[in-house]
């Protein structure tokens, strides 16, 4: 149980496009949604919060209008990427937590490679 | 502002060395400690969650423990397919997220 997954696993854009990032929680509602950011051999970096049904919570020094978040449903959260640069390319890991758990649990999913070309 | 550091940074083992990881911790009220386990280019694994100041969780060759200040993981009898890096985070009552520490890379060899 507890199972989150991530689509894509790999994406390879062009400057200057933008890049959507689907999280679903498979086997459980997720009341709030997290996305990170991992540089290599570096640790998590918290992006953003999303509460399904309102507008997600960034973290200091993230730009909003760049990481869009949506989280629709209760097993669905998605960043879009926009107008992605070289220096977006990066690791995007989300999470969720269930409501069904422990409540202070979190599951990640697999992960997304973005590399911006 | 809730902080986490662990400790060491790398660590290598021979095969059926036993060892622990250290996570020393700073938090507004703890709602929760996590260990997770993270092999590269993958998100972290879940292990397990503390939250109270003696509680202690096992899962095979792992061990989880909690204090008021630091949580260990302790590995016993290590093989080379613990090899990963481990991850310490800790909820406090500031809000629903999580605060990471740098990690352990794991390193077992046979």
């Known amino acids: 149980g507890a199972v989150v997954s991530q689509h894509p696993s790999r994406v390879i854009c062009k400057s200057g496009t933008s890049v959507k990032i689907e999280c679903r929680s498979l086997d459980f509602q997720a009341t709030t949604m997290f996305w990170y950011r991992q540089f290599p051999k570096q640790s998590l970096m918290l992006m953003a919060t999303s509460n399904e049904g309102s507008k997600a919570t960034y973290e200091q020094g993230v730009e909003k209008d760049k990481f869009l978040i949506n989280h629709a449903s209760l097993t669905l959260s998605t960043l879009t990427v926009t107008s992605a640069h070289p220096e977006d390319s990066s690791f995007y890991i989300c999470?969720?937590?269930?409501?069904?758990?422990?409540?202070?649990?979190?599951?990640f999913g697999p992960g997304t490679r973005l590399t911006v070309t | 502002e809730d902080q986490v550091t662990q400790s060491p940074e790398a660590l290598r083992l021979q095969e059926g060395e036993s060892s622990s990881l250290n996570c020393s911790y700073t938090?507004?009220?703890?709602?929760?400690l996590f260990w997770y386990r993270q092999d590269p280019g993958k998100g972290p694994e879940f292990l397990f969650t503390?939250?109270?100041a003696g509680e202690e969780k096992e899962k095979e060759r792992l061990k989880a423990t909690l204090t008021k200040k630091e949580s260990f993981l302790h590995i016993t009898a290590p093989k080379p397919e613990d090899s990963a890096t481990y991850l310490c985070a800790v909820n406090g009552n500031a809000g629903n997220m999580l605060t990471f520490g740098g990690g352990t890379r794991l390193m077992v060899k046979p």
């Open positions: 938090v507004s009220g703890l709602r929760g």
């Open positions: 999470s969720a937590r269930g409501i069904r758990d422990s409540y202070y649990e979190q599951y």
């Open positions: 503390l939250y109270s």
